[in-house]
């Protein structure tokens, strides 16, 4: 599936390697990283969404330079791009610590590793990896024989003489979730970080908080649209929030998520949803996620502004 959210337009990845590198030009510079690049002639287009797409190499990057801090003064990342058959693919290779052969198949869970050695969360992964599928593509990794990482991603070339599909602003899931706000209440950090890294990458202006205290603080200094809790927070539960949200705000109260690793018994779920609560069994994608709040933010009850 090609991005749900996205302006879909004809793309060279190796300007996409040249901004995201730019960008981080100081932040390597500081580190004693060092980049080897040569942008490929003739490398044919892919069809994505470029802000999409920028997120993704800039977690990359930045996966590859926590990881050789973690164990060196310096390093060197090494980036190539080339056509392999009907994708284009591009290599990043670090020489840090690598992956161990036990951690190669977990690189992509977003619950293997929530704190990583020299810093970050490790969801950076997670969320490259969804991106890409959603653009019809995939990455793999492996243990590069002198020691480093390698991440090959492959992205489709359009067939010859293909229009890229425009956004149907009629279907759910294809609205542009840009500009609209969440509220992301949840006390693993796991969590919290893939969803506001993927509600992030695909526009949204997302806030977090561990408990419905953090929340109500938040709503007390701004507004949200939506807001996306766990069920069964410590301290006051999600649904417990959600009923205190609503009895003070009524027909003005953001829209509410509640999100539920365990089956809710049905009389109780039907009560939350009679309130207006949408339930969200875990573990959920992210594009379905996408989709769920671009729906309910395109059926907006009355005086929800």
């Known amino acids: 599936d ?17 901004e995201i590198l730019h960008s981080l030009r100081d932040e390597f510079a500081g580190g004693k990283i060092q980049v080897e690049f040569s942008p490929p ?51 990043i290779m670090d020489d840090g610590p690598g992956i161990s052969s036990d951690h190669l ?9 929530t704190k990583r050695p020299g810093g970050g969360s490790g969801m950076g992964l997670t969320i490259s990896l969804a991106i890409v599928r959603e653009h019809g593509g ?57 969803v506001c890294e993927g509600l992030r990458a695909r526009g949204m202006k997302v806030d977090t908080a561990e408990s419905c205290e953090d929340a109500l603080s938040l709503l007390a200094a701004g507004s949200y649209e939506i807001v996306l809790c766990d ?36 009389p109780r779920a039907e ?6 609560a949408v339930i969200l069994q875990k573990p959920f994608d992210l594009r379905k996620l996408a989709e769920l709040l671009s729906g309910m933010l395109e059926t907006r009850p009355a005086g929800v502004p």
């Open 138 to 194: 995939t990455i793999e990794a492996e243990s590069a024989p002198g020691g480093g990482a390698v991440f090959h991603l492959y992205f489709p070339v359009p067939a010859a003489g293909a229009v890229p599909a425009a956004p149907k602003p009629a279907a759910r899931g294809a609205s542009d979730l840009s500009g609209h706000s969440v509220l992301v209440v949840d006390d693993e950090e796991g969590i919290r970080e893939i």
């Open 41 to 91: 002639r003739d490398l044919p287009v892919i069809e994505g969404d470029r802000r999409q797409l920028r997120q993704v190499f800039l977690n990359i990057l930045k996966n590859a330079q926590q990881a050789i801090s973690a164990g060196r003064a310096s390093g060197t990342i090494r980036i190539s791009l080339s056509q392999a058959g009907p994708r284009v693919c591009a290599t």
């Open 271 to 276: 009560e939350l949803q009679r309130h207006g």
């Open 231 to 266: 069920f069964n927070l410590s301290g006051m539960s999600g649904e417990r929030f959600f009923e205190q949200i609503r009895g003070k705000h009524g027909d003005s109260a953001p829209r509410f998520v509640l999100m539920t690793g365990e089956l809710l018994d049905a």
């Open 105 to 113: 198949g977990k690189v992509f869970d977003p619950f293997f590793s």
């Open 2 to 18: 090609l991005p749900s959210a996205a302006e879909r337009s004809r793309l060279n990845l190796a300007d996409i390697v040249q």
